[in-house]
């Protein structure tokens, strides 16, 4: 079993930043991709951004260029820092990991954390 414990988030005014953090434990499972989701009130869960184990990372259009994700293999930690937020920022933000177990049988499975909230408002 996998556990994904968040931090960060909050109320921050809009222009400012925020930074996000996941952290991952448990066993037998090999990280595959690390990312963030959100969603907002109404709304469907979506893609932040998210980064591979080896490659480049991929961000959502409406977040380019001011969202940053980074991660820690080591430590098996995921961050989001955001700059320049809007009210259009403002969701639950969940931490998600997929990977594959490493024990038989051998499935891809992702895990979601229990979210935080970020709301932009002055």
């Known amino acids: 079993q996998v556990q994904l414990v968040e931090s960060g988030g909050g109320l921050v005014q809009p222009g400012g930043s925020l930074n996000l953090s996941c952290a991952a434990s448990g066993s037998y499972f090999s990280i595959s991709i690390m990312g963030w989701y959100r969603q907002a009130p109404g709304k469907q869960r979506e893609l932040v951004a998210e980064?591979?184990?080896?490659?480049?990372?991929r961000n959502a259009d409406s977040v380019k260029g001011r969202f940053t994700i980074s991660r820690d293999n080591a430590k098996k930690t995921v961050t989001l820092l955001s700059y320049n937020v809007n009210p259009e920022d403002t969701a639950e933000y969940y931490c998600?990991?997929?990977?594959?177990?490493?024990?038989?049988?051998?499935?891809?499975?992702?895990?979601w954390g229990q979210g935080t909230q970020v709301t932009v408002s002055s």
């Open positions: 998600n990991i997929k990977g594959w177990t490493t024990v038989a049988p051998m499935v891809y499975k992702e895990y």
């Open positions: 980064v591979p184990g080896s490659g480049k990372p």
